[in-house]
């Protein structure tokens, strides 16, 4: 896990060396370990480090590590990648990147991790590959030598990387199939350029990276961010994930295709439980092995548990890897990180306990106080690069934190869970509608009376109906205007910006009439998981941790799960229903026959009510940053008293809760 930085001058090439090390400084929190530069002219290539590049690194025998510092070098170089470095497979200097192969014409950045390196490596070693590391990514860079780009069928992991290519003349960059790794990057006249996080492409001189107003909206309306390659800065891109781009070094073009698309089965098919028990066994085996290779690591890993069914079947699996193997990296007993918070709602911490005892591991339990939120927001806003829109973040970053503080380097979590097995409750609604779809007329009512088993409600699946339908039959038109009336906090938008962003407005939002399958492959492809997945990469890297997320990412897994009618995947009213029977005998029964869903949850409502005679104080004097006038303030503030004294108004909390955030993000990125 690593920070990634890069740039290809198009005009004048000064200064390139400050600028690659502005990047580089900028995302050193995802690489303490090691710094490392290389910088390309013509046929040229030159090796250099800077003041965090490790004492090992300096003169060691590879063509790739440093011979001298940055700042001796004068020449104008054309091309530069630079790379902080987090140390978790092969921790000595020969894991050192910027890497290249023997030849010294092929170079690769990268952040991430290929977990099935150990197989590739053999397989490159029968096509006359030779290695002098026992790194994941000397594998990566073969297997490109080897394979060409067809090296991203190979994989299977979490990675974001840029290769030069010399004798092509070309970079080319990847981001993994799912999106676990981040990768933005920018293209004008003076520059091609590429990192890790927005921050580092800010450090460009003369850059026009302003805010792109229709993200704001999306995020204060819809609660979205990066639903589209642009986000919250103008003129900086998202590369989404499936992408590769390859950048032609001759014509200075850049061109950007998807090499990966998940399949899904459509086909409606009559639950049979013979089949049921088979796919079960196959998923078993599928979650033994995406953790058992996630859990290789020369560095300490622990776990998130939550104490839902996602991050337990997760640390449970590890468990049984554990007793089996003897791990080192496990140091001889599991550790848990756990988010603990004063509601009785929200607090899942009672859960989480049960599997602590049941599996005799060690636990970390880390205390939420809104009183710390304040305090904490600005920097959790720097890290991010984007506003928050929820409080959830927050108790994700102190956990990451808390595994920092007690020297853990991976964690292993269970996002995409929900994703994969169907743990949201909209996705019943998809689900009675297949079978109404498909005239199981029987099987549709025999499930809505087992509904007592589900985290949803007939009252909830009813109202998705309605919203289902409308949106099919009113215009776009109709539906912005039934859209705001949904919404109370479209009362305190300035009349200007509401109407420019009309268009943006939809009625249904997540509820959708897609068949579950569709649905699901909808969330894992689309923004909802990648959303996800981008808060626990930041919150994971603010503290240099390397988070790993086997249902996000496992590929074999994933098109298993997808290769399976939907029907087996609620039945009787369980959601997860593969999951929960795979996984029996291993997890303990209470957490295996949960009926509710919080997911990673905190009590927003409650922590913004306790706190919000400061954050109306803050947003007082962070208002001046709002120079388009997005928010009636003045409306805000008369309707304050109100919206904290009923939860009914709990929408409209958040909504302040966001543009406090829009503010907090505006002064940090944009105040100079």
């Not at 140091?331 to 709602?345: D, M």
């Not at 897994?557 to 795979?582: D, T």
């Not at 990673?600 to 004097?621: C, G, H, R, V």
């Amino acid at each position: 896990m690593c920070g990634i930085a890069g740039l290809v001058c198009l005009s004048k090439n000064d200064h390139i060396q400050s600028i690659i090390a502005s990047m580089t400084n900028s995302i050193k929190h995802r690489g303490p370990d090691d710094e490392g530069f290389v910088f390309f002219k013509s046929d040229i290539s030159q090796t250099a480090g800077a003041n965090d590049t490790a004492k090992n690194s300096w003169n060691a025998p590879f063509p790739y590590c440093p011979s001298k510092s940055i700042d001796e070098l004068n020449d104008n170089y054309r091309i530069a990648f630079g790379h902080r470095r987090l140390s978790v497979i092969d921790l000595s200097e020969a894991g050192h990147q910027p890497m290249c192969n023997e030849n010294k014409n092929i170079w690769i950045t990268c952040n991430g991790e290929i977990y099935n390196y150990i197989e590739l490596r053999e397989e490159l070693k029968t096509k006359n590959n030779q290695f002098c590391s026992n790194s994941d990514i000397e594998v990566l860079l073969k297997a490109y030598q080897t394979w060409g780009i067809n090296c991203l069928d190979k994989l299977n992991g979490m990675w974001s990387f840029v290769i030069y290519d010399e004798q092509k003349q070309i970079l080319f960059g990847s981001r993994d199939r799912f999106g676990v790794k981040p990768m933005y990057y920018t293209l004008n006249d003076d520059f091609f350029a590429f990192a890790s996080e927005q921050k580092a492409l800010l450090c460009l001189p003369n850059n026009d990276f302003g805010v792109n107003y229709s993200a704001v909206f999306e995020h204060l309306y819809m609660s979205k961010i990066e639903s589209k390659p642009e986000g919250f800065y103008k003129n900086i891109f998202e590369l989404l994930p499936s992408h590769y781009f390859v950048f032609d070094l001759k014509e200075n073009k850049l061109n950007i295709k998807r090499y990966y698309t998940l399949q899904y089965n459509n086909q409606y098919e009559r639950f049979d439980q013979q089949t049921f028990d088979k796919y079960a066994q196959e998923i078993k085996e599928k979650i033994h092995n995406a953790i058992e290779i996630r859990l290789r690591s020369d560095v300490n890993v622990g776990f998130c548990l939550s104490g839902g069914i996602d991050s337990s079947s997760i640390i449970s699996v590890a468990q049984q890897i554990n007793k089996a193997n003897s791990l080192k990296q496990l140091s001889g007993q599991l550790t848990a990180f756990t988010a603990v918070n004063n509601s009785k709602e929200f607090d899942e911490s009672h859960w989480a306990k049960i599997v602590v005892n049941d599996l005799n591991i060690k636990q970390h339990q880390v205390y939420c106080k809104p009183q710390s939120i304040l305090q904490d927001l600005e920097q959790m806003i720097y890290h991010q690069d984007i506003p928050l829109f929820s409080t959830s973040t927050y108790a994700q970053s102190k956990v990451m934190q808390a595994a920092k503080e007690n020297n853990i380097t991976i964690l292993m979590d269970g996002q995409g869970g929900d994703e994969l097995f169907s743990g949201y409750p909209v996705f019943y609604s998809s689900f009675y509608i297949d079978l109404i779809r498909h005239f199981k007329i029987n099987s549709f009512f025999n499930e809505l009376g087992s509904i007592s088993n589900s985290p949803t409600s007939k009252s909830i699946f009813f109202k998705s109906l309605v919203k289902i339908g409308l949106d099919k039959v009113i215009s776009n038109r109709m539906a912005s205007i039934i859209a705001k009336s949904f919404k109370q906090e479209s009362q305190f938008f300035n009349t200007a910006f509401l109407n420019e962003n009309r268009h943006l407005m939809s009625l249904s939002n997540e509820y959708s009439a897609k068949p579950m399958n569709e649905l699901l492959h909808q969330y894992c492809t689309g923004y909802y998981l990648k959303h996800l997945l981008r808060w626990e990469d930041r919150c994971s890297m603010q503290y240099s941790i390397e988070s790993r997320t086997p249902f996000a990412d496992d590929l074999p897994l994933i098109e298993l799960l997808f290769s399976i009618p939907a029907n087996y995947k609620i039945h009787n009213g369980w959601s997860k229903l593969l999951l929960r029977e795979s996984l029996k005998g291993i997890i303990p029964e209470p957490i295996r026959t949960r009926k509710d869903k919080l997911g990673f949850s905190t009590p927003q409502y409650q922590w913004l009510k306790e706190i919000n005679a400061a954050i109306k104080i803050n947003i007082k004097e962070l208002a001046i940053y709002d120079d388009y006038k997005i928010v009636n303030t003045e409306k805000m503030f008369k309707n304050w008293d109100a919206i904290f004294s009923n939860s009914h108004s709990a929408k409209s909390a958040d909504f302040i809760w966001r543009y406090l955030n829009f503010l907090l993000w505006k002064k940090t990125f944009f105040n100079k």
